[in-house]
Protein backbone atom coordinates (compact mmCIF):
# COMPACT_ATOMS: atom_id res chain seq x y z
CA UNK A 1 0.00 0.00 0.00
CA UNK A 2 2.68 2.59 1.04
CA UNK A 3 4.58 1.47 -2.41
CA UNK A 4 1.95 3.91 -3.95
CA UNK A 5 2.11 7.30 -4.28
CA UNK A 6 -0.23 9.28 -2.76
CA UNK A 7 -2.95 11.67 -4.66
CA UNK A 8 -2.84 14.88 -2.86
CA UNK A 9 -6.22 16.71 -3.23
CA UNK A 10 -7.46 19.96 -0.63
CA UNK A 11 -10.81 17.87 0.05
CA UNK A 12 -11.91 14.23 -0.34
CA UNK A 13 -15.27 13.82 0.19
CA UNK A 14 -17.16 10.51 0.79
CA UNK A 15 -20.27 10.27 -1.36
CA UNK A 16 -21.36 11.73 -4.30
CA UNK A 17 -25.51 12.49 -3.56
CA UNK A 18 -27.59 15.39 -3.24
CA UNK A 19 -24.87 16.68 -0.33
CA UNK A 20 -21.39 15.35 -1.96
CA UNK A 21 -21.82 16.79 -5.20
CA UNK A 22 -23.02 19.80 -3.92
CA UNK A 23 -20.26 20.69 -1.65
CA UNK A 24 -17.72 19.85 -4.51
CA UNK A 25 -19.32 22.25 -7.22
CA UNK A 26 -19.21 24.94 -4.07
CA UNK A 27 -15.58 23.75 -3.35
CA UNK A 28 -14.27 23.88 -6.34
CA UNK A 29 -16.17 27.38 -6.83
CA UNK A 30 -13.30 28.81 -4.52
CA UNK A 31 -10.49 26.93 -6.74
CA UNK A 32 -10.18 23.79 -3.70
CA UNK A 33 -8.90 20.45 -5.41
CA UNK A 34 -11.94 17.94 -4.50
CA UNK A 35 -11.75 14.24 -4.65
CA UNK A 36 -14.85 12.84 -4.83
CA UNK A 37 -15.53 9.25 -3.73
CA UNK A 38 -18.33 7.14 -4.86
CA UNK A 39 -18.23 3.11 -4.56
CA UNK A 40 -22.25 2.57 -5.52
CA UNK A 41 -22.51 5.23 -8.82
CA UNK A 42 -24.63 2.91 -10.65
CA UNK A 43 -27.58 2.36 -7.57
CA UNK A 44 -29.57 5.35 -7.54
CA UNK A 45 -29.01 7.11 -4.45
CA UNK A 46 -31.82 9.29 -2.75
CA UNK A 47 -30.80 12.46 -4.66
CA UNK A 48 -32.04 10.74 -7.56
CA UNK A 49 -35.15 9.14 -6.27
CA UNK A 50 -35.96 11.95 -4.49
CA UNK A 51 -38.95 14.38 -6.06
CA UNK A 52 -36.23 17.05 -6.73
CA UNK A 53 -37.87 19.72 -4.80
CA UNK A 54 -35.62 22.32 -2.35
CA UNK A 55 -36.85 25.52 -0.76
CA UNK A 56 -35.26 28.09 -1.15
CA UNK A 57 -36.56 31.37 0.92
CA UNK A 58 -35.48 34.69 -0.86
CA UNK A 59 -33.81 33.17 -3.82
CA UNK A 60 -33.46 35.39 -6.63
CA UNK A 61 -35.84 33.28 -9.02
CA UNK A 62 -38.43 33.68 -6.50
CA UNK A 63 -38.07 36.95 -5.88
CA UNK A 64 -38.03 37.77 -10.00
CA UNK A 65 -41.83 36.18 -10.02
CA UNK A 66 -42.88 38.19 -7.37
CA UNK A 67 -42.79 36.00 -4.55
CA UNK A 68 -42.50 38.07 -1.52
CA UNK A 69 -40.38 35.56 0.88
CA UNK A 70 -37.46 35.73 3.49
CA UNK A 71 -34.82 33.06 4.76
CA UNK A 72 -36.68 34.26 8.21
CA UNK A 73 -40.11 33.31 7.21
CA UNK A 74 -38.86 29.74 6.28
CA UNK A 75 -37.53 29.35 9.64
CA UNK A 76 -40.50 30.48 11.04
CA UNK A 77 -42.86 27.93 9.12
CA UNK A 78 -40.16 25.13 10.14
CA UNK A 79 -40.41 25.69 13.84
CA UNK A 80 -43.90 26.22 13.97
CA UNK A 81 -43.92 23.14 12.02
CA UNK A 82 -41.69 21.13 14.89
CA UNK A 83 -41.81 22.83 17.76
CA UNK A 84 -39.60 22.30 20.39
CA UNK A 85 -37.77 19.26 17.66
CA UNK A 86 -35.38 21.90 15.01
CA UNK A 87 -32.20 21.51 15.05
CA UNK A 88 -31.08 24.79 16.29
CA UNK A 89 -27.07 23.79 15.65
CA UNK A 90 -27.81 24.83 12.07
CA UNK A 91 -31.36 25.93 11.26
CA UNK A 92 -30.86 29.40 10.71
CA UNK A 93 -27.48 29.02 8.73
CA UNK A 94 -29.60 26.60 6.37
CA UNK A 95 -31.83 28.94 5.81
CA UNK A 96 -29.61 31.81 5.31
CA UNK A 97 -27.47 30.08 2.77
CA UNK A 98 -29.90 28.71 0.57
CA UNK A 99 -30.46 31.85 -1.94
CA UNK A 100 -26.71 31.60 -2.16
CA UNK A 101 -26.58 27.99 -2.87
CA UNK A 102 -29.14 28.15 -5.56
CA UNK A 103 -27.42 31.17 -6.92
CA UNK A 104 -23.70 29.56 -7.57
CA UNK A 105 -25.78 26.77 -8.75
CA UNK A 106 -27.89 29.09 -11.31
CA UNK A 107 -25.56 31.76 -11.83
CA UNK A 108 -22.01 30.01 -11.58
CA UNK A 109 -22.87 26.60 -12.87
CA UNK A 110 -25.81 27.68 -15.28
CA UNK A 111 -27.97 24.82 -13.40
CA UNK A 112 -31.92 24.39 -15.10
CA UNK A 113 -33.09 25.52 -12.04
CA UNK A 114 -36.49 27.01 -11.85
CA UNK A 115 -38.55 28.59 -8.85
CA UNK A 116 -41.94 26.48 -9.18
CA UNK A 117 -44.69 28.72 -8.56
CA UNK A 118 -47.43 26.08 -8.61
CA UNK A 119 -45.84 23.68 -5.93
CA UNK A 120 -47.62 24.34 -2.93
CA UNK A 121 -46.85 22.12 0.13
CA UNK A 122 -47.87 21.54 3.88
CA UNK A 123 -46.24 23.89 6.47
CA UNK A 124 -44.98 26.06 3.90
CA UNK A 125 -46.62 29.77 4.42
CA UNK A 126 -45.29 30.54 0.56
CA UNK A 127 -44.33 29.05 -2.32
CA UNK A 128 -40.36 28.59 -2.45
CA UNK A 129 -39.98 25.11 -3.67
CA UNK A 130 -37.30 25.12 -6.59
CA UNK A 131 -36.19 22.48 -8.74
CA UNK A 132 -35.52 21.49 -12.74
CA UNK A 133 -38.61 21.35 -14.69
CA UNK A 134 -40.57 19.16 -14.22
CA UNK A 135 -39.46 18.52 -11.25
CA UNK A 136 -37.61 15.46 -10.83
CA UNK A 137 -34.72 13.97 -8.63
CA UNK A 138 -33.38 11.42 -11.04
CA UNK A 139 -33.10 14.78 -13.44
CA UNK A 140 -30.99 17.10 -10.71
CA UNK A 141 -29.09 14.09 -10.34
CA UNK A 142 -28.25 13.84 -13.94
CA UNK A 143 -27.81 17.23 -14.36
CA UNK A 144 -25.36 17.38 -10.89
CA UNK A 145 -23.02 14.11 -11.85
CA UNK A 146 -22.36 15.65 -15.44
CA UNK A 147 -21.58 18.90 -13.69
CA UNK A 148 -18.92 17.27 -11.82
CA UNK A 149 -17.50 15.15 -14.02
CA UNK A 150 -17.37 18.01 -16.30
CA UNK A 151 -15.13 19.99 -14.19
CA UNK A 152 -11.15 19.55 -13.93
CA UNK A 153 -11.10 20.33 -10.68
CA UNK A 154 -12.83 17.25 -9.18
CA UNK A 155 -11.71 13.89 -9.36
CA UNK A 156 -13.61 10.98 -9.29
CA UNK A 157 -13.09 7.59 -7.75
CA UNK A 158 -15.46 4.81 -7.97
CA UNK A 159 -14.40 2.36 -5.51
CA UNK A 160 -14.76 1.69 -1.68
CA UNK A 161 -12.09 3.08 0.18
CA UNK A 162 -11.04 2.82 4.01
CA UNK A 163 -10.31 5.83 5.80
CA UNK A 164 -7.26 6.58 8.44
CA UNK A 165 -7.45 9.32 10.46
CA UNK A 166 -4.21 11.43 11.32
CA UNK A 167 -5.42 14.13 13.59
CA UNK A 168 -2.78 13.61 16.26
CA UNK A 169 -5.77 14.12 19.03
CA UNK A 170 -8.99 11.65 18.80
CA UNK A 171 -9.36 9.21 16.61
CA UNK A 172 -6.15 7.05 15.28
CA UNK A 173 -2.32 7.23 15.64
CA UNK A 174 -0.23 9.66 14.12
CA UNK A 175 1.82 7.84 10.94
CA UNK A 176 4.81 9.04 9.36
CA UNK A 177 5.57 11.50 6.81
CA UNK A 178 1.79 12.52 7.17
CA UNK A 179 1.13 13.62 10.92
CA UNK A 180 -2.25 15.44 10.39
CA UNK A 181 -5.62 14.58 8.22
CA UNK A 182 -6.84 11.95 6.11
CA UNK A 183 -5.94 9.15 3.85
CA UNK A 184 -7.89 7.32 1.59
CA UNK A 185 -6.99 3.97 0.70
CA UNK A 186 -7.80 1.12 -1.70
CA UNK A 187 -5.96 -1.68 -3.88
CA UNK A 188 -3.68 0.39 -5.69
CA UNK A 189 -4.77 3.80 -4.47
CA UNK A 190 -3.87 6.39 -2.25
CA UNK A 191 -5.36 9.77 -1.21
CA UNK A 192 -4.29 12.21 1.27
CA UNK A 193 -6.12 15.11 2.45
CA UNK A 194 -6.39 17.68 4.89
CA UNK A 195 -10.22 18.09 5.04
CA UNK A 196 -12.80 15.03 4.66
CA UNK A 197 -16.71 15.27 4.35
CA UNK A 198 -18.56 12.67 5.57
CA UNK A 199 -21.58 12.93 2.51
CA UNK A 200 -22.51 8.75 2.43
CA UNK A 201 -26.17 9.15 3.31
CA UNK A 202 -28.22 8.31 6.16
CA UNK A 203 -29.26 4.64 7.32
CA UNK A 204 -32.33 4.02 5.96
CA UNK A 205 -31.10 1.03 3.99
CA UNK A 206 -29.95 -0.64 7.30
CA UNK A 207 -32.50 -2.96 8.96
CA UNK A 208 -30.37 -3.11 11.65
CA UNK A 209 -29.55 0.45 12.30
CA UNK A 210 -33.81 1.39 11.43
CA UNK A 211 -34.46 -1.15 13.94
CA UNK A 212 -32.13 0.23 16.68
CA UNK A 213 -32.81 3.92 16.24
CA UNK A 214 -36.62 3.97 14.79
CA UNK A 215 -38.16 1.06 16.35
CA UNK A 216 -41.79 1.78 14.90
CA UNK A 217 -40.34 1.59 11.67
CA UNK A 218 -38.57 -1.46 12.00
CA UNK A 219 -39.62 -4.07 9.52
CA UNK A 220 -41.31 -1.04 7.31
CA UNK A 221 -41.54 -0.44 3.50
CA UNK A 222 -38.15 2.03 3.12
CA UNK A 223 -38.45 4.19 0.00
CA UNK A 224 -35.22 4.93 -0.41
CA UNK A 225 -32.01 3.61 -1.89
CA UNK A 226 -30.08 0.58 -0.60
CA UNK A 227 -26.78 2.95 -0.92
CA UNK A 228 -28.45 4.37 2.93
CA UNK A 229 -26.42 1.74 4.43
CA UNK A 230 -25.07 3.63 7.21
CA UNK A 231 -21.07 3.06 6.72
CA UNK A 232 -19.91 6.53 6.85
CA UNK A 233 -21.99 7.46 9.40
CA UNK A 234 -20.68 4.64 11.63
CA UNK A 235 -17.15 6.46 10.47
CA UNK A 236 -17.45 9.15 12.57
CA UNK A 237 -18.85 7.42 15.21
CA UNK A 238 -15.75 5.62 15.39
CA UNK A 239 -13.97 8.47 15.85
CA UNK A 240 -16.18 9.42 18.37
CA UNK A 241 -18.62 11.58 17.10
CA UNK A 242 -22.05 13.23 18.63
CA UNK A 243 -25.72 12.42 16.81
CA UNK A 244 -28.49 13.93 17.48
CA UNK A 245 -32.54 13.30 16.20
CA UNK A 246 -31.33 9.60 15.52
CA UNK A 247 -35.18 8.62 15.61
CA UNK A 248 -36.22 10.98 13.12
CA UNK A 249 -37.18 10.53 9.46
CA UNK A 250 -38.71 11.02 6.08
CA UNK A 251 -42.12 9.60 6.53
CA UNK A 252 -44.00 8.86 2.91
CA UNK A 253 -47.79 9.02 3.31
CA UNK A 254 -47.95 8.88 -0.80
CA UNK A 255 -46.67 6.08 -1.19
CA UNK A 256 -48.17 3.40 -3.96
CA UNK A 257 -48.00 -0.22 -2.39
CA UNK A 258 -44.89 -1.62 -3.71
CA UNK A 259 -42.62 1.61 -3.32
CA UNK A 260 -41.71 2.01 -6.75
CA UNK A 261 -44.09 4.83 -7.42
CA UNK A 262 -45.51 7.41 -5.42
CA UNK A 263 -48.02 10.23 -5.61
CA UNK A 264 -46.01 13.40 -4.07
CA UNK A 265 -47.09 15.58 -0.87
CA UNK A 266 -49.31 18.48 -2.56
CA UNK A 267 -52.69 16.25 -3.49
CA UNK A 268 -53.98 17.19 0.15
CA UNK A 269 -52.94 21.40 -0.14
CA UNK A 270 -55.11 21.10 -3.20
CA UNK A 271 -58.11 19.39 -1.91
CA UNK A 272 -57.64 15.13 -2.09
CA UNK A 273 -58.84 13.35 1.10
CA UNK A 274 -57.63 9.60 2.10
CA UNK A 275 -60.08 7.03 3.42
CA UNK A 276 -59.31 3.49 5.00
CA UNK A 277 -60.83 0.39 3.33
CA UNK A 278 -64.05 1.02 4.85
CA UNK A 279 -64.64 4.65 2.80
CA UNK A 280 -64.24 6.44 6.37
CA UNK A 281 -61.47 9.60 6.54
CA UNK A 282 -59.06 9.00 9.50
CA UNK A 283 -56.81 11.84 9.58
CA UNK A 284 -56.18 15.27 8.98
CA UNK A 285 -54.63 14.83 5.43
CA UNK A 286 -53.07 17.86 5.51
CA UNK A 287 -50.24 16.79 8.24
CA UNK A 288 -47.38 16.42 6.03
CA UNK A 289 -46.20 13.67 3.91
CA UNK A 290 -44.12 12.37 6.65
CA UNK A 291 -46.13 12.96 9.49
CA UNK A 292 -48.80 10.97 7.40
CA UNK A 293 -46.74 7.91 6.81
CA UNK A 294 -47.72 6.28 10.58
CA UNK A 295 -51.33 7.06 9.91
CA UNK A 296 -51.73 5.01 7.01
CA UNK A 297 -49.87 2.41 8.35
CA UNK A 298 -52.51 2.09 10.90
CA UNK A 299 -55.11 1.56 8.71
CA UNK A 300 -56.18 -1.89 7.80
CA UNK A 301 -53.60 -4.34 5.39
CA UNK A 302 -51.24 -0.86 5.80
CA UNK A 303 -53.17 1.37 3.09
CA UNK A 304 -55.42 3.93 2.19
CA UNK A 305 -57.03 6.00 -0.91
CA UNK A 306 -55.81 8.90 -1.79
CA UNK A 307 -59.26 10.49 -3.58
CA UNK A 308 -58.88 13.84 -5.76
CA UNK A 309 -60.23 14.81 -9.17
CA UNK A 310 -58.82 15.91 -12.38
CA UNK A 311 -58.83 19.50 -11.55
CA UNK A 312 -56.24 19.04 -9.36
CA UNK A 313 -54.73 15.96 -11.39
CA UNK A 314 -54.13 19.10 -13.67
CA UNK A 315 -51.79 21.18 -11.06
CA UNK A 316 -49.39 18.14 -10.95
CA UNK A 317 -48.29 18.32 -14.58
CA UNK A 318 -44.89 19.58 -13.45
CA UNK A 319 -44.58 16.79 -10.48
CA UNK A 320 -42.57 14.19 -11.85
CA UNK A 321 -43.18 11.87 -8.76
CA UNK A 322 -47.15 11.58 -9.63
CA UNK A 323 -46.20 11.67 -13.15
CA UNK A 324 -44.74 8.35 -12.66
CA UNK A 325 -47.37 6.97 -10.95
CA UNK A 326 -49.94 8.07 -13.75
CA UNK A 327 -47.52 6.25 -16.07
CA UNK A 328 -47.32 3.24 -13.71
CA UNK A 329 -50.89 2.57 -14.06
CA UNK A 330 -51.80 3.16 -9.98
CA UNK A 331 -54.44 6.27 -10.53
CA UNK A 332 -58.20 5.25 -11.19
CA UNK A 333 -60.56 7.46 -12.79
CA UNK A 334 -64.29 7.25 -12.74
CA UNK A 335 -66.89 9.56 -13.91
CA UNK A 336 -68.85 9.32 -10.35
CA UNK A 337 -68.15 8.67 -6.54
CA UNK A 338 -69.86 5.04 -6.71
CA UNK A 339 -67.74 4.03 -9.67
CA UNK A 340 -64.73 4.79 -8.61
CA UNK A 341 -65.71 3.18 -5.03
CA UNK A 342 -66.57 -0.40 -7.10
CA UNK A 343 -62.79 0.15 -9.02
CA UNK A 344 -61.38 0.43 -5.99
CA UNK A 345 -63.29 -1.65 -3.78
CA UNK A 346 -64.65 0.61 -1.07
CA UNK A 347 -67.60 0.85 0.69
CA UNK A 348 -69.68 3.28 -1.76
CA UNK A 349 -72.16 4.82 0.65
CA UNK A 350 -68.76 5.83 2.81
CA UNK A 351 -66.77 7.30 0.40
CA UNK A 352 -69.74 9.39 -0.84
CA UNK A 353 -70.40 10.10 2.50
CA UNK A 354 -66.63 11.33 3.14
CA UNK A 355 -66.73 13.37 -0.11
CA UNK A 356 -69.78 14.91 1.24
CA UNK A 357 -68.45 16.28 4.35
CA UNK A 358 -65.42 17.28 2.55
CA UNK A 359 -67.47 19.25 0.73
CA UNK A 360 -69.47 20.78 3.25
CA UNK A 361 -66.17 21.46 4.95
CA UNK A 362 -64.83 22.98 2.19
CA UNK A 363 -67.61 25.50 1.41
CA UNK A 364 -67.32 26.41 5.09
CA UNK A 365 -70.60 25.12 6.19
CA UNK A 366 -69.16 22.51 9.15
CA UNK A 367 -66.08 21.83 10.66
CA UNK A 368 -64.11 18.94 10.47
CA UNK A 369 -64.08 16.35 13.21
CA UNK A 370 -60.49 15.43 12.01
CA UNK A 371 -59.33 19.08 12.65
CA UNK A 372 -58.34 19.92 9.26
CA UNK A 373 -58.53 23.49 8.83
CA UNK A 374 -58.35 24.01 4.46
CA UNK A 375 -60.37 21.60 2.14
CA UNK A 376 -59.03 23.66 -0.89
CA UNK A 377 -61.99 22.86 -3.26
CA UNK A 378 -64.90 20.47 -3.78
CA UNK A 379 -64.34 17.81 -5.10
CA UNK A 380 -65.96 17.04 -8.73
CA UNK A 381 -66.12 14.77 -11.82
CA UNK A 382 -64.74 13.42 -12.90
CA UNK A 383 -62.72 11.78 -9.47
CA UNK A 384 -59.52 9.68 -9.28
CA UNK A 385 -58.21 7.90 -6.78
CA UNK A 386 -54.64 6.00 -5.77
CA UNK A 387 -54.05 3.35 -3.38
CA UNK A 388 -51.08 4.28 -1.13
CA UNK A 389 -49.11 3.15 2.48
CA UNK A 390 -46.93 4.76 4.20
CA UNK A 391 -42.99 4.44 3.96
CA UNK A 392 -39.38 5.32 6.03
CA UNK A 393 -38.02 7.64 2.82
CA UNK A 394 -34.96 8.39 4.58
CA UNK A 395 -33.51 9.06 8.35
CA UNK A 396 -32.78 12.64 9.91
CA UNK A 397 -30.71 11.54 12.57
CA UNK A 398 -26.81 11.75 12.13
CA UNK A 399 -23.69 12.90 13.40
CA UNK A 400 -24.19 17.02 15.01
CA UNK A 401 -22.78 19.51 13.98
CA UNK A 402 -21.97 23.48 14.10
CA UNK A 403 -23.62 25.66 11.65
CA UNK A 404 -19.98 25.37 9.34
CA UNK A 405 -20.86 21.51 9.22
CA UNK A 406 -17.86 20.77 11.37
CA UNK A 407 -18.73 17.47 13.20
CA UNK A 408 -18.29 17.67 16.71
CA UNK A 409 -16.99 15.09 19.39
CA UNK A 410 -19.08 13.63 22.06
CA UNK A 411 -16.69 15.92 24.46
CA UNK A 412 -18.40 19.10 22.81
CA UNK A 413 -15.24 19.84 20.41
CA UNK A 414 -14.86 20.38 17.22
CA UNK A 415 -13.57 17.24 15.13
CA UNK A 416 -10.11 19.03 13.25
CA UNK A 417 -10.71 18.40 9.41
CA UNK A 418 -14.33 16.36 9.83
CA UNK A 419 -17.17 17.70 8.14
CA UNK A 420 -20.60 16.50 7.57
CA UNK A 421 -23.69 17.18 5.69
CA UNK A 422 -26.71 15.29 4.07
CA UNK A 423 -28.10 12.46 5.82
CA UNK A 424 -25.24 11.13 7.62
CA UNK A 425 -25.31 14.62 9.05
CA UNK A 426 -28.21 15.45 11.59
CA UNK A 427 -30.76 16.95 9.51
CA UNK A 428 -32.89 19.99 10.05
CA UNK A 429 -35.90 18.88 12.03
CA UNK A 430 -36.89 15.49 14.17
CA UNK A 431 -38.50 13.63 16.41
CA UNK A 432 -40.11 10.04 14.66
CA UNK A 433 -42.26 11.08 11.44
CA UNK A 434 -43.50 14.24 12.55
CA UNK A 435 -40.68 16.79 12.61
CA UNK A 436 -40.04 16.72 8.91
CA UNK A 437 -41.27 19.64 6.87
CA UNK A 438 -41.55 19.35 3.24
CA UNK A 439 -37.93 19.81 1.53
CA UNK A 440 -35.90 19.29 4.57
CA UNK A 441 -33.69 16.84 3.13
CA UNK A 442 -32.38 18.97 -0.02
CA UNK A 443 -32.40 22.35 2.01
CA UNK A 444 -30.05 20.80 4.51
CA UNK A 445 -27.53 19.19 1.88
CA UNK A 446 -27.62 22.40 -0.55
CA UNK A 447 -27.68 24.99 3.06
CA UNK A 448 -25.31 22.98 5.23
CA UNK A 449 -23.03 22.11 2.20
CA UNK A 450 -22.64 25.45 0.98
CA UNK A 451 -21.37 26.54 4.46
CA UNK A 452 -19.13 23.65 4.59
CA UNK A 453 -17.84 24.33 1.21
CA UNK A 454 -17.14 27.94 2.53
CA UNK A 455 -15.49 26.84 5.90
CA UNK A 456 -13.36 24.66 3.95
CA UNK A 457 -9.71 25.26 3.01
CA UNK A 458 -9.98 28.38 5.74
CA UNK A 459 -8.35 25.49 8.82
C1 LIG B 1 -38.49 8.80 -1.95
C2 LIG B 1 -37.75 10.03 -1.54
C3 LIG B 1 -38.22 11.29 -1.93
C4 LIG B 1 -37.54 12.43 -1.53
N1 LIG B 1 -37.95 13.64 -1.97
C5 LIG B 1 -37.34 14.76 -1.55
C6 LIG B 1 -37.73 16.04 -2.03
O1 LIG B 1 -38.54 16.19 -2.94
N2 LIG B 1 -37.15 17.13 -1.46
C7 LIG B 1 -36.18 17.02 -0.51
O2 LIG B 1 -35.71 18.04 -0.02
N3 LIG B 1 -35.71 15.82 -0.12
C8 LIG B 1 -36.26 14.70 -0.62
N4 LIG B 1 -35.77 13.48 -0.26
C9 LIG B 1 -34.57 13.44 0.60
C10 LIG B 1 -33.28 13.67 -0.21
O3 LIG B 1 -33.22 12.73 -1.25
C11 LIG B 1 -32.08 13.51 0.71
O4 LIG B 1 -32.23 14.40 1.79
C12 LIG B 1 -30.76 13.81 0.00
O5 LIG B 1 -30.59 13.00 -1.14
C13 LIG B 1 -29.61 13.61 0.96
O6 LIG B 1 -28.40 13.76 0.27
P1 LIG B 1 -27.16 12.83 0.58
O7 LIG B 1 -26.09 13.29 -0.32
O8 LIG B 1 -26.91 12.76 2.02
O9 LIG B 1 -27.66 11.37 0.19
P2 LIG B 1 -27.65 10.67 -1.25
O10 LIG B 1 -28.19 11.62 -2.23
O11 LIG B 1 -28.31 9.36 -1.12
O12 LIG B 1 -26.10 10.44 -1.53
C14 LIG B 1 -25.30 9.68 -0.65
C15 LIG B 1 -24.24 8.98 -1.48
O13 LIG B 1 -23.26 8.39 -0.61
C16 LIG B 1 -22.84 7.17 -1.19
N5 LIG B 1 -22.24 6.31 -0.19
C17 LIG B 1 -22.84 5.45 0.68
N6 LIG B 1 -21.90 4.80 1.41
C18 LIG B 1 -20.69 5.27 1.00
C19 LIG B 1 -19.33 5.00 1.39
N7 LIG B 1 -19.03 4.10 2.35
N8 LIG B 1 -18.34 5.69 0.78
C20 LIG B 1 -18.61 6.62 -0.17
N9 LIG B 1 -19.89 6.91 -0.59
C21 LIG B 1 -20.90 6.24 0.00
C22 LIG B 1 -24.13 6.61 -1.78
O14 LIG B 1 -23.87 5.64 -2.79
C23 LIG B 1 -24.80 7.86 -2.33
O15 LIG B 1 -24.49 8.10 -3.70
C24 LIG B 1 -36.39 12.32 -0.68
C25 LIG B 1 -35.91 11.06 -0.34
C26 LIG B 1 -36.56 9.92 -0.77
C27 LIG B 1 -35.99 8.59 -0.43
Redesign the pocket.
Known amino acids: MSAVPPIQTDIAI????????FVALAAQARGLSVTL?????D?P???????????AAGSSLQSAAGVKDAPAAWLEDLRAFAPGMVNEHIAEAVAQALPSATALLVDRYQAPIRFLADVVAPGHSQTRFHSVEP?S?TAM?AWFRAACRAQAGIRWVEE??EVERRAGGVGSGVASGFASGFELHAPGLRIQAPQLVL????F?GNPELVARFIPGMAGALH???P???G??LA?GLSWGAQVWGMDGY?G?GH?NPGGVT?LG?SIPTLGGILVNKQGQRFVAEDIGPSALAPWVLAQEGGQALEVFDAAIESQLGNHG?YQQAVKAGCVMTHDTIEGLAAMAGVDPQALAQSVAHAARCARSEGADELGRKSFARVLGSPFKASWVTG?L??TQGGLLTSPDGEVLHTSGEVMPGVYA????AAGLSGRGADGYL????????FGLGWRVAQALGRA
Open positions: LGAGAAGMVEPMATNNFAISGGLFPAGHRVAGGGGNGSTQDSVLQQTRMAASHVGGCPGNGLAQA
